[in-house]
């Protein structure tokens, strides 16, 4: 997990006033304050509240060069699973066991999660890109120019020096000789051309694996997220038994790039200026994790609350039994923080995204009066069947018809039934597999169902794929396959709109 790069700090005057730790960048991870050879003594105080006062106002510089090997005080983290701590301070941080033989401890408690800030959208677009469904093979033009290259030094090889007679016995021994010399220097030079391009051509393949790429497209929506922790801390002096406590509360923002329909084999980058990609499951479990809190924090807020009286005797194993458990710190003792409204008008949207990105934005707001009654089917005489297992489909335009994408075979050619009985072949002419839905040009017009305006909730039952819901004249929506779960997924009148409306920019 990244670390805290910038903070903002306001110091905390009682526990009942925790103070606020904005975690304002996240940087990447980064190991403990590095301790310079030039090392300086911890100051002198007369109790850990004093010491921890002259450490806050230290500079930055000089506090990190302070000696690890002779601090008076040390640091751990409570609870079953404790909040990291980054030691920016040199401040060693020791396991709870060892926290008695200190004679100054700090304790961070056992976090609890807090109500955060609802997520601000700011933005939303469409991403088209495209998935390797598979690949299709080709020569290699390099593989075929070193065969060239292989065969015209093998002809070479195959040559011989060709020395003319004269007819003088001496000068056609003379020739003979150098003929000889000349044909093994040159047999030579072109026995290493041969192997050289041997092995060029051994190392070169001989086909090329073009990868075969499906077009589709998804939704990207980016926002502002934040998480918020209440972190019970304590100071206790071993000497005196005393302990101070506070709470502070750790916040932090972060932006993200929500590509829920991204599919898991896309060749392209998500591209997302400022904001890191994920998932809606990788968004939530950011949300569940634990950021680290830094010395320097926890001294600034134990510096600022005012001594209290000494606490009992064995105070150190109560505060450490105290802080522990999750419920050292409440909603009710943190600080407040209202919520933010995002560029949609909405107060954000829901913290678990367990429905698709579409919920985000696109969900109507609840109209007033009476209740709006739920779809009913349309009748299957309304219907046409495509593909081998007659999948419901229906007209959306006078030429086309919406079918499941599932009844696509391995052809733009898609056989399609009419409710008379008459069979017709289609021609596929828009896929979207995200909605898992297709529109195929019939040849027969038909008249095509007008779509609802407004967007309507899932019925309570399911249906086929394809199979259309209408409130009263209109289609509301259709049930379609959805391929991760196999089981059913509705998809509204507004987006079926939108697809639709796709076919007048081809």
Same mark, same amino acid.
């Given at each position: 997990?990244?670390?805290?790069?910038?903070? !903002?700090?306001?110091?905390?005057?009682?526990?009942?006033?925790?103070? *606020?730790?904005?975690?304002?960048?996240?940087?990447?991870? !980064?190991?403990?304050? !590095?301790?310079?050879?030039?090392?300086?003594?911890?100051?002198?105080?007369?109790?850990?509240?004093?010491?921890?006062?002259?450490?806050?106002?230290?500079?930055?510089?000089?506090?990190?060069?302070?000696?690890?090997?002779?601090?008076?005080?040390?640091?751990?983290? %409570?609870?079953?699973?404790? %909040?990291?701590?980054?030691?920016?301070?040199?401040?060693?941080?020791?396991?709870p066991a060892a926290t008695g033989a200190a004679a100054c401890a700090i304790l961070v408690g056992a976090p609890v999660p807090l109500p955060a800030a609802t997520d601000t959208v700011i933005g939303r677009r469409t991403v088209h890109s495209a998935y390797p469904t598979g690949t299709k093979r080709r020569r290699n033009p390099a593989?075929?120019?070193?065969?060239?290259?292989?065969?015209?030094?093998?002809?070479?090889?195959?040559?011989?020096?060709?020395?003319?007679?004269?007819?003088?016995?001496?000068?056609?021994?003379?020739?003979?000789?150098?003929?000889?010399?000349?044909?093994?220097?040159?047999?030579?030079?072109?026995?290493? &051309?041969?192997?050289?391009?041997e092995a060029a051509l051994a190392a070169t393949p001989a086909f090329i694996e073009d990868p075969i790429l499906t077009p589709y497209r998804y939704e990207l929506v980016e926002l502002e997220a934040e998480r918020r922790l209440a972190v019970p801390v304590a100071l206790h002096e071993r000497d005196l038994g005393s302990t101070l406590?506070?709470?502070?509360?750790? *916040?932090?923002?972060?932006?993200?790039?929500?590509?829920?329909?991204?599919?898991?084999?896309?060749?392209?980058?998500?591209?997302?200026?400022?904001?890191?990609?994920?998932?809606?499951?990788?968004?939530?479990?950011?949300?569940?994790?634990?950021?680290?809190?830094?010395?320097?924090?926890?001294?600034?807020? %134990?510096?600022?609350?005012?001594?209290?009286?000494?606490?009992?005797?064995?105070?150190?194993?109560?505060?450490?039994? $105290?802080?522990?458990?999750?419920?050292?710190?409440?909603?009710?003792?943190?600080?407040?923080?209202? +919520?933010?409204? /995002?560029? &949609?008008?909405?107060?954000?949207?829901?913290?678990?995204?367990?429905?698709?990105?579409?919920?985000?934005?696109?969900?109507?707001? +609840?109209?007033?009066?009476?209740?709006?009654?739920?779809?009913?089917?349309?009748? +299957?005489? &309304?219907?046409?069947?495509? /593909?081998?297992?007659?999948?419901?489909?229906?007209?959306?335009?006078?030429?086309?018809?919406?079918?499941?994408?599932?009844?696509?075979?391995?052809?733009?050619?898609?056989?399609?039934?009419?409710?008379?009985?008459?069979?017709?072949?289609?021609?596929?002419?828009?896929?979207?597999?995200?909605?898992?839905?297709?529109?195929?040009?019939?040849?027969?017009?038909?008249?095509?169902?007008?779509?609802?305006?407004?967007?309507?909730?899932? +019925?309570?039952?399911?249906?086929?794929?394809?199979?259309?819901?209408?409130?009263?004249?209109?289609?509301?929506?259709?049930?379609?396959?959805?391929?991760?779960?196999?089981?059913? $997924?509705?998809?509204?009148?507004?987006?079926?709109?939108?697809?639709?409306?796709?076919?007048?920019?081809?």
């Amino acid at each position: 997990m990244g670390v805290v790069s910038a903070l !903002a700090l306001t110091a905390c005057t009682a526990p009942d006033q925790p103070a *606020a730790v904005h975690l304002a960048e996240i940087a990447p991870a !980064a190991g403990d304050a !590095a301790v310079p050879d030039a090392s300086i003594e911890w100051p002198e105080a007369p109790s850990c509240a004093a010491l921890l006062g002259e450490l806050a106002a230290l500079d930055a510089e000089r506090a990190r060069r302070l000696d690890p090997l002779t601090a008076p005080l040390v640091v751990t983290s %409570l609870g079953h699973d404790g %909040l990291p701590v980054r030691t920016d301070l040199p401040i060693p941080e020791v396991a709870p066991a060892a926290t008695g033989a200190a004679a100054c401890a700090i304790l961070v408690g056992a976090p609890v999660p807090l109500p955060a800030a609802t997520d601000t959208v700011i933005g939303r677009r469409t991403v088209h890109s495209a998935y390797p469904t598979g690949t299709k093979r080709r020569r290699n033009p390099a593989h075929q120019e070193l065969e060239r290259e292989l065969a015209a030094a093998e002809r070479d090889k195959a040559e011989e020096v060709d020395i003319l007679r004269t007819g003088d016995p001496l000068l056609d021994l003379i020739g003979t000789v150098a003929g000889g010399i000349i044909g093994g220097i040159g047999a030579a030079a072109e026995q290493s &051309n041969v192997r050289a391009a041997e092995a060029a051509l051994a190392a070169t393949p001989a086909f090329i694996e073009d990868p075969i790429l499906t077009p589709y497209r998804y939704e990207l929506v980016e926002l502002e997220a934040e998480r918020r922790l209440a972190v019970p801390v304590a100071l206790h002096e071993r000497d005196l038994g005393s302990t101070l406590e506070t709470t502070v509360t750790l *916040a932090e923002r972060r932006r993200f790039a929500v590509g829920d329909g991204r599919h898991p084999k896309d060749v392209e980058p998500q591209h997302a200026a400022g904001a890191a990609p994920v998932t809606a499951a990788e968004l939530a479990a950011w949300r569940r994790a634990r950021p680290p809190i830094a010395t320097s924090v926890l001294v600034t807020h %134990l510096a600022a609350v005012e001594p209290t009286a000494p606490a009992e005797p064995g105070s150190l194993e109560a505060t450490m039994a $105290r802080l522990s458990s999750p419920t050292a710190v409440t909603a009710e003792t943190a600080e407040p923080h209202p +919520p933010a409204t /995002g560029k &949609n008008g909405r107060i954000g949207m829901p913290e678990a995204l367990t429905a698709a990105v579409d919920a985000i934005l696109d969900t109507p707001e +609840p109209a007033a009066g009476p209740a709006t009654p739920p779809p009913t089917r349309l009748q +299957p005489d &309304n219907l046409v069947r495509a /593909g081998a297992n007659d999948h419901a489909g229906f007209y959306v335009t006078e030429e086309h018809v919406l079918v499941p994408a599932e009844a696509l075979g391995h052809s733009s050619l898609l056989v399609v039934r009419y409710p008379d009985g008459m069979r017709a072949h289609g021609l596929v002419e828009l896929v979207d597999e995200t909605l898992g839905l297709a529109l195929v040009y019939l040849p027969r017009r038909g008249a095509a169902l007008p779509l609802q305006a407004a967007a309507s909730p899932a +019925p309570a039952t399911t249906s086929e794929p394809g199979l259309p819901w209408r409130r009263g004249d209109s289609v509301a929506g259709v049930f379609v396959t959805d391929p991760a779960t196999s089981g059913r $997924r509705w998809i509204d009148s507004p987006t079926l709109g939108r697809f639709v409306a796709e076919l007048a920019t081809r």
